[in-house]
């Protein structure tokens, strides 16, 4: 008896993207794409795990800004940084924090005069 087969997902049909992760032997970056990205971070945030290629393709994921949860990162460095604020970025408000930010990121963000203001977190999707 034949399986049955799955049909082709149809032109107009809007299938949810799945997340993109990179990491490095302390840390990690998950994008969840959507119509508003979120950005996870954890561990350490640093050049060892942000290249350029990730700060790009976070860019091109979150043109509008992202919601950036940093609650679980212990480091974080100029790199990661520039990490957070490309995914904040946005026209209006842009993203939003979510969450606590931990003192290793308000350190960095604090020395650069960079205000990292949270929001509430909306509700699962």
């Known amino acids: 008896m034949p399986r049955p087969r799955t049909p082709a997902p149809r032109p107009d049909q809007h299938l949810p993207a799945a997340p993109t ?3 490095s032997s302390a840390g990690s970056v998950i994008l969840r794409p959507g119509d ?3 950005l996870e971070a954890a561990g350490e945030v640093d050049a060892a795990l942000v290249d350029p290629a990730v700060i790009a393709a976070v860019a091109a994921a979150s043109p509008l800004g992202a919601d950036v949860d940093l609650s679980r990162v212990t480091f974080l460095d100029a790199r990661g940084l ?3 604020l490309t995914a904040l970025d946005g026209p209006g408000d842009g993203g939003r924090v979510l969450g606590v ?5 308000r350190t960095v963000a604090d020395a650069v005069e960079v205000p990292l ?3 509430a977190a909306p509700a699962e999707r």
């Not at 930010?101 to 990121?105: D, K, N, Q, T």
């Open 21 to 23: 992760t990179w990491s």
């Open 36 to 38: 508003r990205p979120r």
């Open 82 to 84: 520039r990490l957070v």
């Open 101 to 105: 930010v931990p003192p290793a990121v």
């Open 117 to 119: 203001t949270t929001a």
